[in-house]
């Protein structure tokens, strides 16, 4: 017996059964999964530059025989929807598992979406598990399942199901044979041909799942008090047992095709049938589709954000589940970019150079909050270089502030390549920050094309930037260490006064927690000369403090990395560096 959250026990399901090629993108709740799949015995595993190449990297891989494990969050899923849908026409030869992770409650993530309606339109089965057994146990069969009806299958998470820890029984490794490929246009070459006779042995293939959704293991009625009936899947489950220990409950572990038989059976035994989702109407909006009627809760629930058993135990007026809430008084702790982040700077002078900045997914979306206040748009992977783009088409021929857009690297090799490229094509104006900290930061600092380190550790070779924009076209490049002030200024002024050129300035320097690549200095002091004017706390460092009295700044000795940017903006030298050099 381990202790293991979701995301190691799918990694542990997908090992027991054989899959032997992990591929993926980083991203928050699911980024663990691969990155536990890489240290198993006899696999290989890859980032891949986005979700759309790694799902094409496993479906080739697919094709080939081999057993594939493909990771990504939710919004992953939409990046990759255009070879998810066909791949339901082609269907697999190896078994096909992809990892879908939510974020009900936007924990790390720009929406919320359910990625049970991507399951719904492309036709492919979703198994939703309630804890990390049943993600083992899932996914392990979910290969089975893959090759049995010619389909991939989702394995949806949540984030509390992704990295909760529960008692799991794993077992050993499958044996598993490489299966042969056959030379089989009318599978894989899906022109419009071969894919009407592919759409026509999916309605097959559905039909055959729908029958088994009603008999398989995973469907299940618990009957307790006949007076009250829920349907429920995933994390929902478990606070449902918690919050209505005594109601009846029908547990969906397949939640698509739904089993209609079951559905009908349920609602025939209880009194009164409910059904609970979080964040969603998937699971109600399709029950009500079958022509199956669920009753309102007593107390309307919370349409967004998680579900917790307090939240459903009130919505029932049944007696509230022991819960214990923070203290009142604790003090608030926003994000922030770390002390000593070396692209703080940028924000500070986009600020003070007063820009529409249009920014990126990552650390960097930070740069939005006060003091910084830098930025003015964050929407999805790569948009902040388009969306900059559509600015200057919009305010062509008027006065306006300097348009930038800003992007960290890993999002740029994501994303970002094609977004320059289109304004290059298009000729198109404006200034474009790529801030190279040397590492994928928000997701925990994995590797990507631009540091060239992979998951595995092989020899790779970092992409270089500057020839990439090069050749893109793009003929203003500078590149500058974030750390200098002035030459941060200095750049970026350059950049935007050149109004009728594309400019891209690359911001190259290490993230302070790539302790590899970076190494603090002694750390820095606030002496009698301080004035109290601000200057430095206006950069938003969580080592720099104000006293709430004088107002004058402090350095909290224990945070300070030595970076040295406050100094930089002190005009009165009242901040320097203490004795005792390198830590």
Same mark, same amino acid.
């Given at each position: 017996?381990?202790?293991?959250?979701?995301?190691?026990?799918?990694?542990?399901?997908?090992?027991?059964?054989?899959?032997?090629?992990?591929?993926?993108?980083?991203?928050? +709740?699911?980024?663990?999964?691969?990155?536990?799949?890489?240290?198993?015995?006899?696999?290989?595993?890859?980032?891949?530059?986005?979700?759309?190449?790694?799902?094409?990297?496993?479906?080739?891989?697919?094709? =080939?025989?081999?057993?594939?494990?493909?990771?990504?969050?939710?919004?992953?899923?939409?990046?990759?929807?255009?070879?998810?849908?066909?791949?339901?026409?082609? $269907?697999?030869?190896?078994? @096909?598992?992809?990892?879908?992770?939510?974020?009900?409650?936007?924990?790390?993530?720009?929406?919320?979406?359910?990625?049970?309606?991507?399951?719904?339109?492309?036709?492919?089965?979703?198994?939703?598990?309630?804890?990390?057994?049943?993600?083992?146990?899932?996914?392990?069969?979910?290969?089975?399942?893959?090759?049995?009806?010619?389909?991939?299958?989702?394995?949806?998470?949540?984030?509390?199901?992704?990295?909760?820890?529960?008692?799991?029984?794993?077992?050993?490794?499958?044996?598993?044979?490489?299966?042969?490929?056959?030379? /089989?246009?009318?599978?894989?070459?899906?022109?419009?041909?071969?894919?009407?006779?592919?759409?026509?042995?999916?309605?097959?293939?559905?039909?055959?799942?729908?029958?088994?959704?009603?008999?398989?293991?995973?469907?299940?009625?618990?009957?307790?008090?006949?007076?009250?009936?829920?349907?429920?899947?995933? =994390?929902?489950?478990?606070?449902?047992? /918690?919050?209505?220990?005594?109601?009846?409950?029908?547990?969906?572990?397949?939640?698509?095709?739904? +089993?209609?038989?079951?559905?009908?059976?349920?609602?025939?035994?209880?009194?009164?049938?409910?059904?609970?989702?979080?964040?969603?109407?998937?699971?109600?909006?399709?029950?009500?589709?079958?022509?199956?009627?669920?009753?309102?809760?007593?107390?309307?629930?919370?349409?967004?954000?998680?579900?917790?058993?307090?939240?459903?135990?009130?919505?029932?007026?049944?007696?509230? +589940?022991?819960?214990?809430? =923070?203290?009142?008084?604790?003090?608030?702790?926003?994000? &922030?970019?770390?002390? $000593?982040?070396?692209?703080?700077?940028?924000?500070?002078?986009?600020?003070?150079?007063?820009?529409?900045?249009?920014?990126?997914?990552?650390?960097?979306?930070?740069?939005?909050?006060?003091?910084?206040?830098?930025? /003015?748009?964050?929407?999805?992977?790569?948009?902040?270089?388009?969306?900059?783009?559509?600015?200057?088409?919009?305010?062509?021929?008027?006065?306006?502030?300097?348009?930038?857009?800003?992007?960290?690297?890993?999002?740029?090799?994501?994303?970002?390549?094609?977004?320059?490229?289109?304004?290059?094509?298009?000729?198109?104006?404006?200034?474009?920050?790529?801030?190279?900290?040397?590492?994928?930061?928000?997701?925990?600092?994995?590797?990507?094309?631009?540091?060239?380190?992979?998951?595995?550790?092989?020899?790779?070779?970092?992409?270089? @930037?500057?020839?990439?924009?090069?050749?893109?076209?793009?003929?203003?490049?500078?590149?500058?260490? +974030?750390?200098?002030?002035?030459?941060?200024?200095?750049?970026?002024?350059?950049?935007?006064?050149?109004?009728?050129? @594309?400019?891209?300035?690359?911001?190259?320097?290490?993230?302070?927690?790539?302790?590899?690549?970076?190494?603090?200095?002694?750390?820095?002091?606030?002496?009698?000369?301080?004035?109290?004017?601000? &200057?430095?706390?206006?950069?938003?460092?969580?080592?720099?403090?104000?006293?709430?009295?004088?107002?004058?700044?402090?350095?909290?000795?224990?945070?300070?990395?030595?970076?040295?940017?406050?100094?930089?903006?002190?005009?009165?030298? =009242?901040?320097?560096?203490?004795?005792?050099?390198?830590?």
């Amino acid at each position: 017996m381990e202790l293991l959250s979701g995301n190691e026990a799918i990694a542990q399901g997908a090992w027991e059964a054989g899959a032997s090629i992990g591929v993926g993108y980083p991203g928050t +709740p699911s980024t663990e999964t691969l990155e536990a799949f890489a240290k198993k015995d006899d696999v290989y595993a890859e980032w891949c530059p986005n979700e759309k190449v790694a799902l094409e990297v496993g479906i080739g891989a697919s094709a =080939a025989g081999k057993r594939v494990l493909a990771t990504m969050k939710h919004v992953g899923v939409n990046v990759a929807a255009d070879p998810l849908f066909t791949l339901a026409y082609t $269907g697999v030869n190896g078994g @096909l598992v992809l990892l879908a992770a939510d974020d009900p409650g936007m924990h790390s993530s720009q929406n919320e979406q359910d990625s049970r309606f991507y399951a719904l339109a492309a036709r492919i089965p979703s198994m939703d598990p309630s804890d990390s057994q049943e993600a083992l146990d899932f996914t392990r069969n979910a290969y089975e399942l893959s090759e049995r009806f010619d389909l991939p299958v989702i394995i949806r998470s949540t984030v509390r199901i992704s990295h909760a820890k529960t008692p799991v029984e794993t077992g050993k490794r499958m044996s598993y044979t490489l299966k042969p490929y056959e030379k /089989d246009a009318s599978k894989w070459v899906m022109m419009p041909a071969y894919a009407k006779g592919r759409r026509t042995s999916l309605d097959g293939r559905n039909d055959e799942l729908k029958a088994y959704v009603n008999e398989c293991p995973y469907n299940r009625i618990e009957m307790r008090d006949s007076d009250i009936g829920i349907i429920c899947s995933g =994390a929902v489950y478990e606070y449902v047992r /918690d919050a209505l220990p005594h109601a009846s409950v029908l547990k969906l572990g397949i939640t698509w095709p739904l +089993p209609e038989n079951i559905l009908r059976e349920f609602e025939e035994q209880v009194d009164t049938l409910y059904c609970i989702d979080e964040a969603s109407d998937y699971l109600s909006s399709q029950i009500k589709a079958l022509g199956i009627n669920l009753a309102d809760t007593p107390q309307a629930l919370p349409i967004a954000g998680e579900l917790s058993a307090r939240a459903i135990a009130l919505a029932f007026d049944s007696a509230v +589940p022991t819960s214990y809430d =923070a203290e009142s008084n604790l003090p608030a702790r926003p994000p &922030a970019l770390c002390a $000593g982040c070396p692209h703080r700077l940028v924000f500070k002078e986009l600020s003070r150079a007063r820009c529409i900045v249009t920014g990126d997914i990552g650390c960097y979306t930070l740069g939005a909050l006060p003091p910084l206040s830098a930025l /003015d748009s964050t929407v999805c992977m790569g948009a902040s270089i388009s969306m900059a783009h559509g600015f200057e088409l919009a305010l062509e021929n008027t006065e306006h502030a300097p348009v930038v857009g800003v992007i960290g690297d890993s999002t740029f090799a994501h994303s970002g390549i094609t977004s320059l490229l289109n304004t290059v094509y298009n000729q198109g104006s404006g200034t474009v920050c790529i801030l190279d900290n040397r590492t994928t930061g928000m997701t925990g600092h994995q590797g990507n094309p631009v540091n060239g380190k992979t998951l595995q550790e092989r020899i790779s070779r970092e992409l270089n @930037l500057e020839q990439l924009i090069e050749a893109l076209g793009v003929e203003h490049i500078q590149t500058v260490n +974030p750390n200098d002030a002035q030459a941060t200024r200095a750049a970026i002024k350059e950049a935007i006064e050149a109004t009728d050129a @594309l400019s891209v300035i690359i911001f190259r320097s290490p993230c302070v927690l790539l302790r590899d690549s970076f190494t603090p200095s002694a750390p820095y002091t606030v002496n009698a000369s301080c004035t109290s004017c601000g &200057a430095c706390i206006s950069l938003g460092c969580p080592a720099l403090a104000k006293d709430p009295d004088t107002g004058a700044a402090s350095i909290m000795a224990d945070m300070c990395v030595g970076c040295g940017q406050c100094a930089q903006y002190c005009k009165f030298e =009242a901040i320097e560096q203490t004795q005792g050099g390198l830590r």
